[in-house]
């Protein structure tokens, strides 16, 4: 039983090492021995192995399979130090290179992050792909720093090269880069190179990631024939029927009729109201009728007021839009793609 | 007469912001002098032209009517009343507007009553009753009274009201009208033995058709 646990660790520690990126298979046959020795858990014979293949032709991807068949043996063998230098090699000729930490085990892993902080290397260079106006928006670009160094950023490609970042960096790194020249124009359209170099003392390193740069119309906008969610109001309404226009032309017939009784000379015998009483007759009809007949519309002043606030609005946003448009005949449009990396730093 | 086809024939038809009507009414009144016994009734006819331009209008009317006495009146003869009114109207708020103008009544035979002239002074209320009708008051008082047979009025001696309508019919080209003038002339002569009155009073109705234009 105490055998058995024992066993647990060794076993967790013999885990094979994880499968490299991409499809390719180990070529050299000693270090495929030396794999299978390791996976035997026979240590001492993947070791010997291992060392052999060292001395054999090896094709890059054999030789970093090798180093790393060294530190996991390494770590099984408790040699941490010699671990170590195995996963600088590892990370020297495979700077992307990264343990899945839940099918490593943790003695590995921490071997590996600290041949990482041994070893100045830029890794995980990644630049987003974006779409923007040329001078109001920017390109992300990112990378993680192995250790503390002078970063210095460029773009290449173009008739000089363009500086857009240098900086003592250790860690992730996050920057901007607004795709403009030296002039403030955006960078003609055309494939670049977004180059990172890291240089402590003597030691230095540079990753890059090829971009393309495309250049597009900047869309302009339409002019608005009404603004979302404001509708025009009517700007008359009909009142409904009343008896004023009756009742009005009652009221000034009666004071036409009692003005002239007022106004009558009393030597003259009593006023004749028959000119009044045809004419306020006449009025009376009128305003009978009106009465009866279906009210004109009127200005409904609300609605006028709100209607004149409306179309200034729409007038104002439309030459605000103009204005814009304008602006944007001027600008152009940047795309900012990453392309597949033909081969890896140094 | 003259003034009021000289009138129409200014008139600036081509400019906008203005409007007026040309046409005819038949008009009908009551017309006493001095006293009850003096009581006359009759009808007529006339011209009516009017002319609006932003808050300024003027309308002026030329009418001849032949009063004859009444059942029981002391006039024996007669006569024809021939009437100009001219009106200028300045809008002032609401429904109110300012008038001035003036009236000239001429009579024919000269002596059979007193023809008057006089400048009018007074307001206007209108008020639309509804579409294409308008109805309006006006009250005034006439100053300067000059009466053929000689007299005087006092201050607000003279006065008149009158009552107006207006109707319009085929989108606004053709218009009823119809107007009720009232006049009082508290006239007063000197006849040597202190101030006789001698009033004058009139009422006038005008029903007519224009042209508007």
Partial sequence: MRRHLLLVPLLLLAAPPPPPLGAQTIQNATLRRAQEAY?????????TLARTAQRERLNGFDRARDYELLAFTYSAMDSILR??????????????RDLDPTRTSPKVLSAFQVALTQVLVVRQLRVDSTDFVGGQGAVAIRYTVTQPARVVTRILGGQAPLKIDSAVANGQ???????????????????YT???EATVGQNNFSASQPIRVTHGAVDTLPHLLSLPGYDYLPETEIPPKSWKPMGLALVYSGIALAGTSALSQGDLGSASFREAEVIGGGLMVAGFVVMLRKPAPQPARGNILYNRLLREQLARRNAEIAQDNIRRRQQVALRVVPTPRTGGGR | MKAV????????TALSAQHGTVGAHAAFGDYREVSSDLH???????????????????EGSVTGITYDPITGSSGTASFKATQLDVRVRYYIAGPV?????????????????QSVGAVRLGARMSYPLGPGVNMGLRGGMLFGSKFSGGGTVSGVGALELGLNMAVDALRGRLRLTGDYDFQRMARTTNGGGGDVPVPIQQALGRIGLAVAF
């Fill in chain 1, 39 to 47: 996976d035997n858990l026979d240590y001492r014979q993947a070791l």
């Fill in chain 1, 173 to 191: 790194v996050n920057l901007r880069w607004q795709a403009r020249l030296a002039s403030g124009d955006p960078v003609p359209a055309g494939s």
């Fill in chain 2, 97 to 113: 507007s300012a008038e001035v103008g003036f009236v000239n009544r001429k009579m024919k035979p000269e002596f059979e009553a």
């Fill in chain 1, 194 to 196: 977004v180059v990172v």
């Fill in chain 1, 83 to 96: 671990a170590v230098d195995a996963f600088k090699e590892v990370i020297s000729l495979e700077p992307e």
């Fill in chain 2, 5 to 12: 086809f000289a009138l129409v024939a200014c008139l600036p």
């Fill in chain 2, 40 to 58: 006359y009734r009759g009808s007529g006819g006339g011209l009516t032209a009017s002319f609006t331009f932003k808050k300024l209008g003027i």
